[in-house]
């Protein structure tokens, strides 16, 4: 429906994906007016983007670009009150384990990357894989992560160091690092 520009496929998208989007735009941004911005803001992305954009699963296109809008809202909202939060943090956290991304000539050596990482979550228990991807995918909080799975907060944190090191193995076995 969007490639003919018909509005109701934005109030499908809101019945349909409404609740997941506020979800990662909350859990990133931790206010909800700002959240609520934000997907508004990636609704009118993907109207604009599609057509000619011809996404294969629309799901994850609308999610990526929700992503990204609430990491540059969060990113502003940092460089302004020159703070932490549970982005930097959570990205520091992965740093020595992941390769900057923003040169141009790692663009390759990116895409595999993220294809193994992929594919090593795909290798863990629901539970594990669900904390790795709310930690370093959704920014939540190991407060957060510790309620909503039942655990203590060393817990979560301990299994998150351990992920990371078995993430770390994993991509010297694939020889990515």
Sequence with gaps: ??????????????????????????????????????INDALFAVWRAIPPAQPENYRAYLLKILRNLALDKCKRRQREKRGGGQYAAALDELADVLPDAQNTEKLVEHRMMLQAVT???????????DLFVRRYWRFSSFEDLARDYGMTVNHVRVTLTRLRKRLQKYLKKERLL
Excluded: S, W
């Design 1 to 38: 429906m969007l490639n003919h520009r018909e509005e109701q496929a934005l109030t499908e998208t809101i019945n349909r994906y409404g609740a997941l989007c506020k979800e990662v735009a909350l859990d990133i941004l931790g206010n909800e007016q700002d959240a609520e911005e934000c």
């Design 119 to 129: 594919r090593f979550l795909e290798t863990l228990p629901q539970v594990q894989r």
